[in-house]
């Protein structure tokens, strides 16, 4: 071991090594104070005024990462056994001094130079804010190339920070009575977790920290009371700011910027133990192996999620993200089992239609001969749909009106109870008056290294980077030309799948019956369903590759227009990768819903594609069941697919990189090593889960018409996805840097969006894509049967046609005069031929007027119910002022007493030295960007 006196201009990690002698140990400085005097401008650090003073104390020894060495320094009563400590471990050798963040680095030959420069400067100045510092020989680890530096953050540090970033912490414990318990509650016994997983802390009065006040506090043990999540949230904040060098007359600074340019290979906080097993440490909460046993199994289903273990072992904002799926999929089990009433409705009334009875019966459908499907197609008979006639009904009946209905208010019921529980979770997790982390404000290293313009903040009256309204107007203009271009891309993809469709179409049609013998494919498809199902699992295929490619180009952009902040940059890339793939995975459904069957032309003069095709008709059923089918491949298959990739890719990956660790069970296996090996989630981590459940919930909501089913579909998809995200931030994760929210930010916005579009697409599907609206038209205007209102109508939803107006290339009996299709035009001969009918204005004017009923009256309900229901809860908004109220009177009680004790003489006001040497270092770290 090398160790070295505290000098400024000492090099913080220095090996030495001679001929025929082994690497030896790295020497570490575990406190390295050195105070500047100036003012307190921020915290942003630089040390380039510092100067030490010669009163400052030093804060610990110089440590070995030697079990040896610490054995020597601890003595033999502090022994650390090396097989424990290196599994479960979460301390500095000396087992006492927490690890609070892990920085692991490799020799790079190339730049290693100036890498190793960096480091050196970086880790001085972590060591001047008061961080200690530990670091892992590579000779250590199990690669033989990873150097592995621990931080710990000490009291002093910890205090500092907290007053600077206003963390609450615990004045007195919560004395508010809790409400009445609801009598239903024994019921829901079953599906509860034990209290103590769900409630692991008492619920406390919180103010923010300071350091003044420190007595006032529930201070019980200064190194655990602040959580883990809150100190690697602490030392992320020192990270991301300290200055680490000047290159081209900038200041660089942050360990962000040290990751992309590979000075450091990774920087993570540790999990507390192994997910499967208890540490063997006795200080360590085991929160991961709780997590892992009550939340990640997929056996524990049917329980209720911990969260408030979730936030504090994670932290608020991934906290949010489960609260919120979680409620999502409570209010889906009510939306699931009306959806599957209406099914259940639909497979009752399957076989008493009067419609689907006509078109099954030889006598009558077996008679009704059908125009060619295309030029070179035969004629067929109407009974050869009969099956997916029947199909169809399961989706296309009464009850598809009703549940179009329900669903309108029940996403607004969603939207507005989720508000109150989101308010009731602000409350409880002390995010009242939460604003939004300046890690989150602060200006993103990438847009400060691109400025070359700096102008003076109104507000601060410092100079500040800025990009020049032209720069950026020109990025804009490129992005948004590039968004177009994909998005134009998108629409092509679907041009070339109704190509397929219109091709296919034709083969599959060409096997249909003659006039002799009637047949059909099988027992279930149609040449319309066979085409629907080969071109939907095409379509879902191409949806994926385009998926794979458009998230990097989403990025590329997003970084080519230089946000100035991490929540500006958030925001633009949801933006971009939302209507990406909301033109991706909805444009052909509603090119199904809305356009197939409703521009053909009629016989004789057919709207052809390209001139060569003629555009695809619907089923005589409806184009309903095909979008229906649509639906479900693409939806289903999605699921299934993210399901798969995100539990299995990342355990491959685990597998492959662990793989030296199995197979050498003799060598130590730390536990940074451990979390090191593991998949880090990315700053986009919790983006693409956020992403994966408001595109499904767009399935749930805009084409819900069509497809009961769907939240049903989405209702079992979220019961396994709770489980495997779950499995995977436990199992295959590193544990993220705990970060706070007190929302789902922008996708409440999206989600209110997709929530009022869905009345809309809804309301249409009805109208066009359904027959309900051409059916009600024929009962109540046309219909000539009292007794069986409905017969009658297949004949009279289909016109005639002249064989000899048909352009028809195969050979056809010439016996066949006339056909039939689906249409409300006059025959041919009429002298209004191939016009279309008052029926069929009555019904369009039907369908105009139904939509706009529908609309108005979803839209007054819905915002009825918003108007109604309070997004706050009463008792929470109760709450909130009592505590408020309480919280100030402890406050105003303790500055009373101490102004008291001062009059009184009984307090040496006397500024502590250690105290004050801290003050100056937050003139240090205040210095702005």
């Known amino acids: 071991m090398i160790s070295y006196n ?143 530096v621990k931080v710990h953050a000490p009291w002093d540090v910890l205090a500092m920070y907290a007053e600077v970033m206003h963390i609450k912490v615990p004045i007195k414990e919560n004395d508010i009575p809790q409400a009445r318990e609801n009598p239903f509650d024994r019921l829901l016994k079953p599906f509860r977790l034990d209290p103590a997983i769900i409630n692991p802390e008492p619920d406390y009065f919180t103010a923010p920290f300071s350091k003044q ?44 910027r040290l990751l992309n340019n590979g000075t450091y290979t990774a920087a993570y906080p540790l999990h507390d133990c192994r997910y499967w097993k208890k540490s063997h440490d006795s200080k360590s909460d085991n929160e991961r192996y709780t997590l892992y046993k009550r939340w990640a199994r997929f056996g524990q289903f049917y329980k209720e999620q911990p969260l408030n273990l979730i936030r504090k072992y994670y932290g608020e904002k991934i906290g949010i993200y489960f609260a919120w799926l979680g409620f999502y999929t409570e209010m889906l089990g009510i939306a699931g089992a009306v959806g599957f009433l209406c099914f259940l409705y639909g497979c009752i009334t399957k076989d008493g239609n009067v419609w689907s009875d006509e078109i099954c019966d030889a006598e009558i459908g077996g008679r009704i001969i059908m125009c060619p499907l295309c030029e070179r197609c035969d004629f067929w008979r109407l009974n050869t749909t009969c099956q997916s006639t029947k199909n169809s009904h399961l989706f296309d009946n009464a009850a598809t009106l009703f549940f179009a209905v329900f669903m309108g208010i029940w996403v ?43 102008k003076k903040n109104p507000v601060t009256q410092e100079l500040e980077p800025y990009i020049p309204i032209s720069h950026q107007a020109f990025r804009c203009v490129l992005s948004g030309a590039t968004v177009l271009f994909w998005i134009f891309l998108i629409l092509i993809c679907i041009i070339a799948v109704i190509v397929y469709r219109l091709s296919m179409y034709t083969a599959f049609a060409k096997i249909t019956v003659n006039m002799k013998d009637v047949k059909y494919i099988g027992t279930l498809f149609t040449p319309q369903m066979v085409t629907s199902v080969t071109a939907s699992i095409l379509n879902f295929i191409i949806i994926m590759i385009l998926n ?98 995100e539990s299995l890719v990342p355990w491959i990956k685990n597998w492959w990189v662990s793989r030296s660790a199995r197979h050498h069970p003799e060598r130590l296996y730390s536990r940074w090593e451990q979390d090191h090996d593991l998949q880090d989630m ?33 209702l079992l998809n979220n019961i396994i996805e709770i489980r495997v995200d779950a499995w995977k931030f436990i199992t295959q994760f590193r544990r993220p840097m705990a970060a706070k929210a007190h929302s789902i930010g922008i996708w409440q916005q999206i989600l209110n969006s997709v929530a009022i579009f869905s009345v809309v697409t809804n309301a249409f599907i009805v109208a066009f894509t359904s027959d309900m609206i051409p059916r009600l038209v024929y009962k109540y205007a046309y219909s000539v049967n009292d007794e069986l209102p409905m017969k009658g109508y297949i004949n009279n939803s ?13 050979p056809y009996n010439v016996d066949i005069t006339t056909c039939r299709y689906k249409d409300y035009r006059y025959p041919s001969g009429h002298s209004f031929e191939y016009r279309h009918t008052m029926q069929f204005w009555h019904i369009l004017a039907a369908k105009m007027a139904f939509i706009i009923i529908m609309e108005h009256v979803v839209f007054l309900v819905k915002f009825s119910i918003a108007a109604l229901i309070p997004d706050v809860p009463s008792e929470v908004k109760a709450r909130i002022k ?38 100056e270092k937050v003139g240090l770290l205040s210095e702005e960007l």
């Not at 602060?442 to 290294?449: D, F, S």
């Open 798 to 810: 289909l016109s005639i046609a002249s064989t000899s107006d048909l352009n028809i290339l195969e």
């Open 213 to 256: 006040r420190q007595e006032l506090y529930l201070i019980n043990n200064p190194e655990t009371f602040f959580s883990p999540s809150t100190r690697n949230r602490i030392v992320y904040y020192i990270l991301s700011r300290c200055k680490y060098t000047h290159e081209d007359g900038k200041r660089k600074l942050g360990i962000k």
């Open 548 to 645: 794979y490619f458009y998230e990097r180009v989403a990025i590329w952009i997003t970084d080519l227009e230089i946000p100035k902040t991490h929540f500006d940059y958030e925001n633009r890339l949801t933006m971009k990768m939302f209507l990406f793939q909301f033109v991706n995975y909805y444009s052909s459904c509603f090119y199904v819903a809305f356009f197939k069957g409703k521009f053909m032309g009629y016989p004789g003069k057919y709207n052809l594609l390209f001139g060569s095709w003629r555009s695809e008709e619907c089923d005589p059923g409806g184009c309903l069941i095909e979008l229906t089918t649509q639906l479900t491949i693409i939806m289903a298959g999605k699921q299934i697919w993210g399901n798969i990739q």
């Open 6 to 148: 505290h000098k400024r201009d000492e090099t913080l990690i220095q090996m030495s090594s001679s001929a025929g002698e082994e690497t030896g140990d790295i020497g570490v400085i575990s406190g390295f104070p050195v105070d500047s005097p100036g003012e307190d401008n921020g915290p942003y650090y630089d040390p380039s005024n510092g100067t030490r003073e010669p009163g400052t104390p030093s804060n610990s020894e110089v440590l070995s990462t030697t079990t040896e060495t610490a054995s020597l320094l601890s003595g033999p009563s502090k022994m650390i056994d090396k097989q424990i400590h290196s599994k479960d471990s979460i301390f500095f050798c000396d087992g006492i001094r927490r690890i609070d963040f892990i920085l692991s680095f490799v020799d790079d030959p190339k730049d290693g130079d100036k890498k190793m420069e960096r480091r050196k400067e970086f880790e001085e100045n972590l060591l001047k804010t008061g961080l200690e510092l530990e670091t892992e020989n590579k000779d250590d680890s199990d690669d033989g190339k990873t150097y592995f």
């Open 682 to 714: 990315g700053q986009f981590g919790l983006f693409y889960e956020y992403l994966e459940m408001v595109i499904q919930f767009g399935f749930v909501t805009l084409f819900v018409a069509s497809f009961p089913l769907a939240p049903v579909l989405a």
């Open 412 to 454: 607004t019921l969603f939207l507005e109870l989720w508000k109150r529980r989101q308010a009731k979770l602000e409350y409880e997790w002390d995010l009242v008056d939460f604003e939004e982390e300046q890690q989150q404000l602060q200006i993103r290293p990438e847009y400060e290294a691109k400025c070359s313009h700096y």
């Open 882 to 919: 009592r505590e408020k109220y309480l919280t100030q009177k402890i406050l105003h009680e303790y500055e009373l007493n101490k102004l008291r004790e001062i009059l009184a003489g009984k307090g040496n006001v006397v500024v502590d030295k250690e105290v004050s040497a801290q003050a």
